[in-house]
């Protein structure tokens, strides 16, 4: 049943978010317009824009999007078809995997990639010790392979999860059907689920692109300094130079192109074809694989999935805990117990246990501040009108926007003034807010508009006020996506480094930004104290998505 339209009360609902997006989200990137245009009438703009940098930060941009893309294609799709077609042993276990990589931090990404193949990697260690060989002679870091790679690693699961999730709600009756009246098993994919599983395919594909368009980390971490996107430019442009008119101009171009792809991503959701973030995985419509090439395929896909997906996480674990002894490897938490201690008792000198601390407090305001503007823009947004969806299509905008210029609009826009450090330890939680809020409202809004207007009606009819309401009927429905939505807010502040990087301070660091620190530093114990923290900021997320995983299957439980 429809819900009714009360515009007072829908006003009232969205002011709070409406305030909270126009002082956090449209008022720094104004600022940076701001400050890019009031140069142009000055005679060293030309001097402050090097249009080469623009245009080399650019080419590349593109060119490492569009190649990391269609090897994601390659590898997901054959991915997303063994997930949605078939049954086989190990199947949860593996899809859990499969989802991790994607709500990894960039920082704990690169520590596998680096514990895996780096030069003091796994890999390198045994090859010098088969070949007696004094150097790595592995040297994929610092190079386009390894940016490919990593984004290859992040964004298989969304290809997995996107499409694979429309494969295996795909009716096979449909394809049984075509094959009845004659057509090949070829010709029933081609005209019959392929044209179904288009929409889920595109929509994948933008998300691809525009994850491997937006990113930072990566880029900074295992491409060196020979690469560099527009992300990376725009914090070099900024932090280590200075030079805000031409991080500005950098920051218009890539909002530029992400506004294009995310108003692709609404078009197609807009359209009736929704994006599904991590739905449960139906079984009902597949099988084990019985011929040969099905079990061929299987074999090798899962066999490629472990070694691209599951390799590096094991690579790191193995790294934290193991440590050169009067032996060889042995088996110790040293690195761990480093994290408390200060060896050279520096008073400047901020523990690794302290960024955990903050990272852990700034999560947790987060996903309260998350959780709060996402409630009243699921209630104020139930009705579908045109207003809604212009107010829902602003709410979209900080997810295709890099967090790299959310942290330069923040950068330019609060820290202005005697008084601007009074303002610190909000905005870290404030941009972690802005940045999760879109998953939120992509989380909540659904159910919320699942419930029948006429259980509302009959609970007021009883006599029932709106906080009653809210607390015996809403909130016994809500209450597994309001959990599911405060893990993804938690996990994704915990992790966040693009927009970090530009307001953390030497005495308030988060983890990431620790492990960044640590990762470039000389020595074991730093680089040991890299991988500790990276395993724990691991384990907070395996933990958090196994609680989403269990989230998700009571909610089908109840719903069978």
Not at 128 to 149: R, T, V, Y
Not at 234 to 259: C, D, E, K, W
Not at 363 to 388: K, Q
Request: charged share 10%.
């Amino acid at each position: 049943m429809a819900q009714k339209s009360n515009w007072k009360r829908d006003i009232t609902l969205l002011t709070v978010p409406l305030i909270f997006l126009i002082i956090f989200y449209l008022l720094p990137l104004a600022e940076i317009a701001r400050v890019t245009i009031s140069r142009f009438n000055l005679d060293e703009f030309g001097k402050a824009i090097n249009w080469q940098v623009v245009f080399s930060a650019l080419s590349f941009t593109f060119y490492q999007a569009i190649l990391s893309t269609i090897l994601t294609i390659g590898i997901g799709l054959p991915a997303a078809w063994l997930f949605g077609r078939f049954k086989f042993r190990g199947k949860n276990a593996l899809r859990i995997a499969s989802t991790l990589p994607f709500i990894l931090p960039t920082v704990v990404v690169a520590a596998g990639f680096s514990a895996l193949i780096g030069p003091r990697g796994w890999i390198n260690i045994f090859l010098m010790q088969l070949m007696g060989l004094k150097d790595p002679p592995i040297s994929i870091l610092n190079s386009l392979s390894a940016i490919l790679l990593a984004h290859v690693f992040y964004n298989t699961s969304i290809m997995i999860r996107v499409v694979g999730a429309a494969l295996s709600q795909f009716d096979q009756r449909l394809e049984d059907a075509a094959q009845t009246l004659g057509a090949s098993s070829w010709q029933a994919f081609l005209k019959v689920t392929l044209p179904n599983l288009l929409p889920s395919i595109l929509s994948a594909v933008l998300l691809v692109f525009l994850f491997d368009f937006t990113s930072f980390g990566v880029v900074l971490m295992l491409g060196g300094p020979q690469f560099s996107t527009l992300e990376v430019e725009i914090y070099i442009q900024t932090v280590q130079f200075l030079n805000l008119p031409l991080a500005g101009i950098l920051s218009l171009i890539q909002l530029f192109f992400t506004m294009l792809v995310t108003l692709a991503l609404i078009r197609i959701g807009d359209s009736g074809f929704a994006v599904p973030i991590m739905p449960r995985m139906q079984e009902e419509n597949m099988r084990s694989p019985r011929r040969v090439w099905e079990k061929a395929f299987a074999i090798g896909i899962i066999a490629i999935l472990l070694l691209l997906l599951v390799s590096p996480v094991a690579a790191l674990v193995f790294k934290s805990l193991l440590i050169e002894g009067s032996q060889g490897q042995e088996i110790s938490i040293k690195y761990f117990l480093e994290l408390f201690s200060n060896r050279r008792q520096s008073y400047f000198y901020v523990p690794p246990f302290q960024a955990l601390l903050n990272s852990l407090r700034f999560a947790l305001i987060s996903s309260l501040v998350s959780l709060f503007l996402g409630m009243l823009l699921s209630y104020g947004l139930r009705v579908n009108s045109r207003f809604n969806r212009w107010v829902e299509w602003l709410i979209m905008f900080p997810l295709g926007t890099s967090a790299v210029t959310l942290g330069l609009g923040f950068f330019i826009f609060f820290f202005r003034g005697t008084g601007s450090a009074r303002w610190y330890p909000w905005l870290i939680p404030m941009v972690h807010s802005l940045i999760s809020l879109p998953f939120v409202l992509r989380v909540v809004q659904p159910v919320l508009r699942s419930i029948p207007a006429n259980i509302h009606w009959a609970a007021a009819t009883l006599g029932a006020s709106p906080p009653s309401i809210f607390r015996r009927v809403d909130l016994p429905i809500l209450w597994r996506s309001l959990m599911t939505a405060a893990l993804y807010a938690f996990t994704i502040s915990l992790g966040e480094f693009g927009a970090t990087s530009f307001l953390s301070r030497p005495d308030l660091p988060t983890m990431p930004i620790a492990i960044f620190r640590y990762l470039g530093l000389p020595g074991s114990i730093n680089y040991g104290q890299a991988m500790a923290m990276a395993v724990i900021i691991l384990l907070v997320c395996v933990i958090s998505m196994l609680s989403l995983d269990q989230l998700q299957y009571l909610s089908f439980r109840d719903k069978a």
